[in-house]
């Protein structure tokens, strides 16, 4: 149970968060009517552009928003390409052929796809780094100084946000000044479990208080070197046999 | 080499009862104008950033929040994720239109004066010289504005939001959602039943005291699961309810689904021609009277 002042820091923090969440401008403002309530379309419009969503992963439902996120941030700033999507949708079809359908894509295979696909760019260097930061900096919105407090209705939709951060890093959400901030952290914290080297966690960890840029791009560093194709077939549950 | 000058029309006659006899040519109403659109102010509730709900005619907003739904099926409320907030009222649609007119009095005034100048061709001394002329322009104004208002909405200004088998709208970053019932939600579905599955389920879901929740009904439709095609059985089943997580509207004790219409800026049209129309009306109306 939380105590009064833990309830009024998350209060405070859906606030800012709702704030941020209504100001940004849509990414599209197309509605998935056949299957997803108002709140998710509200979720997709603000930070999930259509490129990203049109595809043809099934993910398990608790790692679904989340996988949302890490792959629109890993496409669209990290990597600038949709082939890690186009990957994951060849690998699915892999999954469901040597698991008979018994199981579905999750943040797990995920997290060791990234790193194989990692493997194959070229090194994050100091000038494909300062490209990332571009694009990272352009499309990180913020709210105008001038913005109204959040409703109600976006306080729901900033809960869904904050949902998808581990307890550990819920603070960090209260740094997020605009919307890939927003997208780096729920992407380093989502990859944090599936990072083996205690050592490297602890250094993501620091680096994450500090610039949650920085921490997203040695995450991907860290998936990228523990990569390995049997790491992929332990998280599909897949034996050599 | 010059035109040839023009022959003049015969002028017609036109008698305004009781009074003296004028040319009718000497007056035009112009149709075109009765149509056009007045730059008239923006209807509030077109403006307002929050997400509203309107449910016959009465508009409502989300409250304060609560740690569950209430139980008590008298107290409205909307769960959208995991919070829940009660839904409050804020007035309903006339007054919000009556209030349009108070406050946007002055800048109406100017319009309405634009609309007699720009809709009648005439000498300003016509109506000084024939005075029951006024009553007759008026009258004849306001019969071609009903007739336009009847080509749209009647003079049903609720009509424009409220589609028939709906509650009602739910607007959220100038989106329109109609609200429909559990109940007429699996209508809508009904092909993708089987006929003694479809009955039995209505029967349930509509059972009147109490209405049971979209928890409820989920339950009712996984229990009815092979009676459901199972493309459609998720989809029906995951827009009414689909875990703790999911969006619940309750509103006058009836649990309500919000599908996806439109822009609201589709409505805005409707509803400001409606406002205009009665701005052009009163008008006409005022027009008619005489100066005053």
């Known amino acids: ?241 | 080499m010059s035109s040839p000058t023009p022959t003049p029309k015969p002028r017609t006659k036109q008698v305004v009862p009781g009074f003296d006899i004028f040319f009718k040519d000497d007056f035009t109403i112009i149709d075109s104008e009765i149509a056009r659109r007045l730059e008239s102010p923006k209807p509030y509730i077109m403006d307002r950033d929050e997400l509203w709900i309107m449910e016959k005619e009465q508009l409502y907003e989300l409250g304060e929040k609560v740690a569950s739904p209430p139980a008590d099926a008298g107290q409205d409320y909307m769960k959208v994720y995991t919070e829940t907030y009660l839904v409050k009222p804020i007035g309903n649609l006339q007054d919000m239109n009556e209030k349009y007119f108070s406050d946007n009095a002055a800048q109406i005034k100017e319009l309405k004066k634009k609309f007699i100048e720009s809709c009648l061709d005439m000498s300003q001394d016509l109506p000084k010289q024939f005075p029951g002329l006024y009553g007759q322009i008026g009258k004849e104004l306001c019969s071609k504005i009903d007739s336009l208002g009847h080509d749209k909405h009647g003079s049903d200004i609720a009509g424009v939001f409220e589609q028939a088998g709906t509650e009602g709208i739910l607007v959220v970053d100038k989106k329109v959602y109609d609200l429909v019932n559990t109940s007429n939600f699996i209508l809508k579905y009904e092909k993708s039943f089987d006929p003694t599955g479809f009955s039995e389920i209505c029967s349930k879901v509509s059972a009147p005291n109490p209405i049971p929740t979209p928890r409820e009904v989920a339950s009712i439709l996984v229990s009815y699961k092979d009676h459901i095609s199972p493309r459609a059985f998720p989809l029906i089943k995951d827009k009414i309810w689909c875990n703790d997580k999911s969006s619940e509207l309750r509103i006058g004790g009836i649990y309500l689904i919000p599908e996806y219409r439109g822009r609201l800026d589709m409505l805005e049209d409707g509803y400001k021609s409606l406002l205009d129309l009665r701005i052009k009306r009163e008008a006409a109306e005022e027009f008619g009277r005489g100066p005053v």
């Not at chain 1, 968060?17 to 998710?40: I, S, V």
């Not at chain 1, 060791?112 to 994050?124: F, M, R, S, T, V």
């Not at chain 1, 260097?125 to 490209?131: A, D, E, H, V, Y």
């Not at chain 1, 605009?178 to 620091?206: C, H, P, Q, R, W």
């Open chain 1, 1 to 241: 149970m939380k105590n009064t002042r833990d309830a009024k820091a998350e209060e405070d923090l859906l606030e800012r968060l709702g704030k941020l969440l209504k100001c940004l401008p849509n990414e599209h403002d197309k509605e998935y009517t056949r299957r997803f309530q108002l709140q998710h379309n509200t979720f997709f419009q603000k930070l999930i552009p259509t490129s990203v969503l049109e595809n043809e992963l099934e993910i398990v439902e608790d790692d679904y928003l989340k996988s949302l996120v890490s792959l629109e941030y890993l496409t669209n700033v990290i990597f600038s390409e949709r082939k890690l999507i186009e990957n994951l949708e060849k690998l699915q079809e892999v999954l469901v052929k040597v698991t008979k359908g018994t199981r579905r894509m999750d943040i797990g295979i995920i997290s060791a796809e990234i790193g194989l696909y990692a493997l194959d760019k070229p090194d994050l260097n100091k000038t494909s780094l300062s490209k990332i930061r571009e694009r990272y900096n352009a499309r990180n919105i913020a709210p105008p100084v001038s913005a109204k407090p959040a409703e109600p209705y976006y306080i729901a939709i900033a809960k869904m946000v904050y949902d998808l951060v581990s307890d550990e890093n819920k603070p960090e959400l209260a740094k997020a000044a605009g919307k890939n901030n927003l997208k780096a952290l729920v992407f380093t914290d989502s990859m944090l479990s599936y990072i083996d080297s205690a050592a490297e966690k602890k250094k993501i960890l620091k680096t994450l208080k500090d610039d949650v840029f920085n921490a997203s791009v040695y995450v991907v560093d860290c998936l990228r070197k523990e990569a390995s194709v049997d790491k992929l077939k332990k998280y599909m549950g897949v034996s050599d046999g």
